[in-house]
């Protein structure tokens, strides 16, 4: 892949100072630290009662829907300032009625390591111990945090199912993918957004991977019936399609945690299509096709 044009944790600082300097009444901050220190960014759009989140880059590999989603977040931001029409929606009018709180970048050391691979700085041992995790020195397909916990099987929404297929899977500690930690919310990154989320009551989350053109929600049938609506809307919108998750995706995840604890709507929605990393030259057609749902989502009565 090209190292010089994904979007890391160091791009996503530049993208937020900029923001913050060009617009003066954004807020925005940080929701914690990852494990080597890195700020887990967020970024407010709106000031209405209605709260809902957007999260993006839970895995190493899908560094794009960070990227997806600071673009989403600049442009919003620009068209309200101007109080011109985005995307067949006016913001300012999506503002007045929705607060939506973005962290773009759950997962900044997991980005760094597909992106980058070990950090220059890391101690020998814990180079050593990464690459023990890994299998390889190629950091190219890694998917966890620092610590080898994949943070999307870090939360506890059935937990101890995905923890039970892990052996099934042939996952017996720390390494690039799927495994869920020594217990639920083991790792800083998933705890920090779990107080988040606690913290601002959201009525509705949509958690970015990728990929598949595809939109999971609901959990285990503890979502409301609106849930299966908005899914629905989403389909008519965009060309992603709902569908369900199979074996060890379907426990552990954000959007698992979310709607078990508050039965309330959540979606994973997994953008555009081929292997990971997507290349860049996709960002322009998967902008495109989820700017609707984007938008779309804030436009929702919850
Ligand atoms: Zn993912």
């Known amino acids: 892949m090209k190292k010089d044009i994904a979007y890391t944790h160091e791009q996503l600082k530049k993208d937020m100072s900029h923001l913050a300097r060009n617009f003066h009444e954004l807020e925005w901050g940080s929701i914690g630290k990852s494990v ?3 700020e887990l960014f967020y970024i407010r759009l709106g000031r209405g009662e209605t709260k809902i989140s957007f999260n993006g880059a839970h ?3 899908e560094w794009i829907t960070a990227q ?3 673009k989403f977040a600049a442009d919003f931001l620009e068209a309200e300032k101007k109080n011109a029409g985005f995307g067949g929606f006016l913001p300012r009018a999506l503002s007045r009625k929705t607060s939506l709180y973005i962290v773009p970048m759950v997962n900044p050391d997991g980005v760094e390591l597909a992106t980058m691979g070990l950090p220059e700085q890391l101690s020998a041992e ?3 111990q990464l690459i023990k995790f890994n299998g390889s020195k190629n950091f190219e397909r890694w998917q966890a945090n620092a610590r080898g916990v994949d943070l999307n099987h870090n939360y506890d929404g059935m937990w101890e199912m995905s923890k039970k297929m892990e052996k099934e899977y042939g996952i017996l500690g720390p390494g690039p993918t799927r495994y869920s930690g020594g217990v639920p919310f083991s790792e800083p990154e998933s705890r920090a957004l779990v107080r988040f989320t606690r913290e601002h009551n959201f009525k509705m989350t949509i958690a970015f991977h990728s990929q598949g053109k595809v939109i999971y929600h609901g959990f285990q049938k503890k979502e409301p019936p609106i849930s299966l609506k908005i899914a629905k809307a989403f ?3 965009s060309p992603y399609r709902i569908d369900q998750t199979e074996g060890i ?3 552990g995840g954000y959007k698992d ?8 709507v959540g979606f994973t929605i997994e953008v555009g299509e081929g292997q990971n990393p997507l290349p860049l030259s996709q960002f322009p057609k998967i902008y495109r096709e989820t700017l609707p749902i984007l938008l779309g989502a804030m436009t929702v009565g919850l």
Request: hydrophobic share 45%; aromatic share 20%; charged share 30%.
């Open 59 to 61: 895995h190493g590999m």
């Open 257 to 264: 945690w979310f709607v078990e604890e508050f039965r309330r």
């Open 36 to 38: 080597w220190g890195k």
């Open 126 to 128: 814990l180079k050593n």
């Open 68 to 70: 997806l989603l600071m």
């Open 249 to 251: 995706a379907s426990y």
């Open 235 to 237: 389909e008519k919108i």
